[in-house]
């Protein structure tokens, strides 16, 4: 190689060595596996060298990881928060070490938006909306409780989606939310806090749907309905979101009625809104939006599993 392509060459391998701190929130669902797993892929494809940090779903965690990186001298993070509260005093020592700090899947309430260069997220009030839309006209017209299974309390999913979906259910008399109570995104604590409906539902022959913030906990009621002797997916209906392989084999089984997707590939577009950025100097937008796309049982959906299942979930 001539000086000048070896210096190019080596400039090249040096700008590749981008490092990453990942403050991810732990495995409590399939969807946090595939995005963990895809984010591995996407750092491997650009040459990037990926740390993640698993917090067992504890915000104190997340903060030590972050300050962990900040020590460390990494080039981005990412964070993955838990919970919307409480970052801005871990996300100052970031800035001041001038460290852009990335969100994912979840984002933050802060009065600085500084603190952070831009949130790769789904529209998640869209999502329950979505869902709300999806159960009106399925029910048509025909009186309908519905219980609820909230995602981790206080995360921006869970509050966004409670909202979108009574968003979507408001024009709907006969449907009433008559039970909400947090399952915290996992199938064992789904099917703990279904079971808890059924007995308070008279054995479950008063609930007509059930609306789970995330599939997970789902497939975690849906065992629960089974136990108690009822049909999921015709004695009580079932919609919930984030698409994961597993809500397709019930779908397809008539166990579950319609998910709403959502993307493990938060990690690709952040990558690139930061290269774009060290390579230009130009912030990105603040959000980075990723699509959401309803599915139920007309989609074929053990196609939709074949396609999913091996994706990391
Ligand atoms: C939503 C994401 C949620 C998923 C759950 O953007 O944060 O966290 O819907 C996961 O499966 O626990």
Redesign the pocket.
Known sequence: LGTAAAVAFAGTAAAADLTVGFSQ?GS?????AAETSVSKIEAEKRGIDLKIADAQQKQENQIKAIRGFVAQGVDAIFL?PVVATGWDTVLEEAKDAEIPVILL??TIETSDDSLYLTAV??D?VHEGKVAGDWLVKTVAGKPCNVVELQ??VG?S?AINRKKGFEDGIASASNIKITRSQTGD?TRAKGKEVMEGFLKAEGGGKDICALYA????MAVGAIQAIKEAGLKPGTDILVVS??AVPDIFKAMADGEANATVE?TPNMAGPAFDALKAFKDSGKAPEKWIQTESKLYTQADDPMKVYEEKKGLGY
């Open positions: 929130i409590e669902s399939g969807w946090r993955a899947d979840r997220t789904s998640t995602g981790t995360s999913p995104f913030h995330n599939d997970d979101i984030d959502l």
